[in-house]
């Protein structure tokens, strides 16, 4: 099997488990479910910054990422709020994700910037549309002009 044949569905793969990963994330902070906020089993009070609005972000543009949908532009926006989550709350602590508990900031971070370079992959609402602008303006084309 040639690496080639597997790049788009693995990529695919990769970018709906850390979109759903990102999403169950938004949703126990936002929420309360799945342990609550850091495992508190409650939400975080309506507009706490910046927890709640990192909570959003990770709702909103996690779902967008987990469904391929303006996925580059989303998965951007999920890296650097991580990027910002680690600098800001974790690294002030120790530089060292293992010392100052930023790991996930620190691979979420660099996961959605692999994804906003590389793209959403074959299995994504962006492809789809994609191919479908692409094949209409192949319909719609005029004939070539004989003479």
């Given at each position: 099997m040639k690496s080639?044949?597997?790049?788009?569905p693995v990529?695919?793969?990769?970018r709906i488990v850390t979109g759903l990963l990102f999403?169950?994330?938004?949703?126990a902070t936002i929420f309360g479910v799945?342990?609550?906020?850091r495992g508190?089993?409650?939400?975080?009070?309506?507009g706490t910054w910046p927890s709640w609005w990192a909570a959003a972000i990770q709702l909103v543009f996690g779902a967008l990422v987990l469904a391929g949908l303006l996925t580059r532009v989303?998965?951007?926006?999920?890296?650097?709020?991580m990027a910002y989550a680690y600098?800001?709350?974790?690294?002030?602590?120790?530089?060292?994700?293992?010392l100052n508990?930023?790991?996930?900031?620190?691979?979420?971070?660099?996961?959605?910037?692999?994804?906003?370079?590389?793209?959403?992959?074959?299995?994504?609402?962006d492809t789809l549309i994609h191919r479908m602008r692409h094949h209409d303006v192949e319909a719609y084309s005029p004939a070539p002009v004989q003479a």
């Open positions: 080639d044949q597997i790049r788009e990529l695919s793969l990769f999403v169950c994330h938004g949703a799945l342990g609550g906020n508190t089993g409650h939400a975080v009070a309506f989303s998965a951007l926006l999920c890296s650097g709020s600098f800001v709350v974790h690294a002030p602590q120790n530089l060292f994700p293992l508990g930023g790991e996930a900031a620190a691979m979420f971070c660099w996961s959605f910037f692999l994804i906003a370079v590389f793209g959403p992959g074959a299995w994504a609402l």
